[in-house]
C-alpha cells in the first residue's frame, strides 16, 4: 500500500451530495482510490506532495465517443450542411468517411484520441467503436478508464441519389454483432485492473429491429453493462420512425422497454416538442420518468446550427444530462464550454446554465449513467481520477471562482498533470508512454489517405473538395 498526501490551493471536493469548493486542502490517494479530503490529514503517508500552483479537480467522463473515426471529421465535416438532408452529415459524410478508412487509419485514430482525450482532461471515455480490440490495448498501455463496445446494427442506411434515404437490412448480422458483442463485454470485464469495462452499443434506433434492441436491452440487465443508443439524432430519423411506428423515436423505445437507467441515448434532440420535429407530444417525461441518461455532444451539433432545445430545459425535466466528445475536437473542455454557452444562447439567458450545470454534467451525471458512485467526484473511496490545473498559466489567471474559469477559459495547455486509478498517465503536460510527434505524423498520413480515397465511396464519386470545398480558392499564378 502506498498513501500519498496531495496538497493544493483550491479542490473540488465532494460533501453533502455535490461538488465544493476546498481551499487550503489535502487529497489522500492510497493506490487506486482516495481515501481522505479535507482541510488536513494526520494519518500515516508515505509522501507529502506540495501542489501550491494547482486545482485538483475529479476526472470528467466523456459519454459519446468513437474514437477510431471522430479525428477524420476535423476540417471536413464542419461549414457543410446538406438541406435536402436536414443539415445531418449522417447520411453524406459519416458512411463515406467509414469507408474509406484502412485498417491502419482506425488505429491512427485511435492512438491520436488518446492523446487528445487526455490532454482535455477525460479521464473515463465511453467509446463506441468497431475495433474494440485494438481500442482496449490503446487505453490499457495509455492508462485511462473505458467503457468499450462493438457498435452493431441490422440495417444501414445510404443515398444513391443524393436525395432519398434508403434502409438495408441484414437482421442475421445484427444478431451476430450482438453476440459478439456479450463476448467482448465478457472479455474486457476486469481488465488492466478493472479500468476497462465492456459496453452494449447497437447502433441507432433507425438501423436496429426491435427483436435486436430488446436482445440488447436483456443483454445489458444480465451483464449490468451500460447500454447505447443514437436516437432522435437526426429529423430523417424522426420521421422515418414516425412512418414505420406513429410514434417519435423515443416513445418506441419507451413502448419495447428499451430505456431505463443503464440506458444511455446518445443525442436526443429531435424530440417531440422540439421545434425540430414539431410534434405534440413529451418525450422528455419519458426520459426523466425511466432514468435514461442523455449523452450531448454540443459541438457536434452546434457546428451545423443544431442545439438541445434545452440543456437547462432538460435538467430542469428531470433528465439526466451527460455530456459526450463526440466529434473533432474530442475536448471535454470544449464539450463543457459549448453546452453552457449554447445553454444560455437558447435560453437568452446569462443564468439559464452555468459552469455549476456543465460540471455536473460531466462528472457526477455521468457517474450516475454509468451507475458507479467513485467516478467523478473526490470523496473517500472514490477512484483517484484526478485533474491537476495551474492556478498561474496563461488562461487559467486569475482565478478566483476556479471551476468557472476552467469552464469559460481553460484550454488544454492549461491542464498540467492527469491521474487515472491513482497512476499518472500524464505528468507536466506530458502524456506517458506516447511519442505524440509519432502520432500525429501518423494521422496526418492516414487523414490525407482518407481524404484521397474519397471518390471511390462517395455515392456520386465526388472529390472531397467538390462536396467540402475548402475556406478559400487556391492562390493563382
Ligand atoms: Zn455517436
Not at 34 to 50: C, I, K, L, N
Not at 124 to 136: I, K, L, R
Request: charged share 25%; proline share 4%; aromatic share 8%.
Amino acid at each position: 500500500m502506498t498513501t500519498t498526501v496531495y496538497k493544493a490551493p483550491y479542490i473540488v471536493a465532494y460533501q453533502g451530495g455535490g461538488h465544493r469548493i476546498l481551499r487550503d486542502g489535502c487529497v489522500v490517494v492510497t493506490n487506486d482510490r482516495v481515501t481522505h479530503v479535507g482541510p488536513s490529514y494526520d494519518g500515516p503517508a508515505d509522501e507529502v506532495v506540495d501542489c501550491p500552483d494547482r486545482i485538483i479537480t475529479p476526472g470528467l467522463i466523456s459519454t459519446h465517443a468513437h474514437i477510431a473515426e471522430s479525428p477524420i471529421d476535423k476540417s471536413l465535416q464542419e461549414d457543410i450542411g446538406r438541406r435536402v438532408f436536414w443539415q445531418t452529415g449522417l447520411i453524406e459524410v459519416l458512411p463515406t468517411i467509414v469507408k474509406s478508412m484502412r485498417p491502419e487509419d482506425v488505429e491512427a485514430c485511435v492512438d491520436y484520441s488518446m492523446l487528445e482525450l487526455v490532454r482535455t482532461g477525460c479521464t473515463t471515455v465511453f467509446a463506441m467503436d468497431g475495433a474494440s480490440e485494438y481500442v482496449a490495448d490503446a487505453v490499457e498501455r495509455t492508462g485511462i478508464r473505458a467503457y468499450i463496445g462493438d457498435m452493431y446494427r441490422s440495417g444501414a442506411w445510404r443515398t444513391t441519389d443524393g436525395t432519398r434515404v434508403t434502409y438495408t437490412w441484414d437482421e442475421e448480422a445484427g444478431r451476430a454483432g450482438l453476440q459478439r458483442a456479450i463476448k467482448t463485454v465478457e472479455s474486457l470485464d476486469g481488465r488492466a485492473d478493472g479500468r476497462i469495462r465492456g459496453c452494449l452499443a447497437p447502433a441507432q434506433v433507425d438501423t436496429c429491429t426491435e427483436e435486436l434492441l430488446r436482445a440488447s436491452k436483456e443483454a445489458s440487465d444480465s451483464l449490468g453493462a451500460p447500454l447505447s443508443l443514437h436516437a432522435s439524432q437526426s429529423i430523417v430519423e424522426f420521421i422515418e420512425m414516425n412512418q414505420r411506428h406513429g410514434k417519435t423515436p423515443i416513445e418506441w423505445l419507451e413502448s419495447i422497454g428499451f430505456l431505463g437507467p443503464r440506458t444511455i441515448l446518445g443525442h436526443a434532440i429531435v424530440v417531440a416538442g422540439s421545434s425540430y420535429a414539431n410534434y405534440p407530444g413529451d418525450d422528455l417525461a419519458l426520459l426523466a420518468n425511466s432514468g435514461t441518461s442523455v449523452a450531448y455532444n454540443a459541438w457536434c451539433f452546434g457546428r451545423r446550427g443544431i442545439v438541445l432545445e434545452t440543456y437547462p430545459e432538460y435538467l430542469r425535466r428531470g433528465v439526466n444530462v451527460c455530456l459526450g466528445t463526440d466529434t473533432a475536437p474530442q475536448s471535454m473542455i470544449e464539450s463543457l464550454r459549448w453546452t453552457a454557452v449554447l445553454g444560455k444562447v437558447t435560453g437568452r439567458n446569462a443564468e439559464a446554465s452555468t459552469a455549476r450545470d456543465v460540471f455536473d454534467s460531466a462528472t457526477l451525471r455521468a457517474a450516475t449513467a454509468l451507475g458507479r458512485d467513485d467516478l467523478g467526484r473526490i470523496a473517500p473511496d472514490a477512484k483517484a481520477d484526478l485533474l491537476f490545473w495551474h492556478t498561474d498559466s496563461l488562461f487559467m489567471t486569475p482565478v478566483r471562482d476556479p471551476i468557472r474559469t476552467l469552464v469559460y477559459a481553460a484550454q488544454a495547455e492549461d491542464l498540467a498533470s492527469v491521474m487515472v486509478d491513482g497512476r499518472w498517465v500524464m505528468q507536466d503536460g506530458t502524456v506517458r508512454g506516447i511519442s505524440e510527434r509519432d502520432v500525429l505524423a501518423r494521422l496526418q498520413r492516414s487523414a490525407a489517405s482518407v481524404w484521397e480515397r474519397w471518390p471511390d465511396a462517395d455515392w456520386a464519386g465526388r472529390r472531397l473538395d467538390e462536396l467540402c470545398p475548402q475556406t478559400y480558392p487556391d492562390f493563382t499564378e
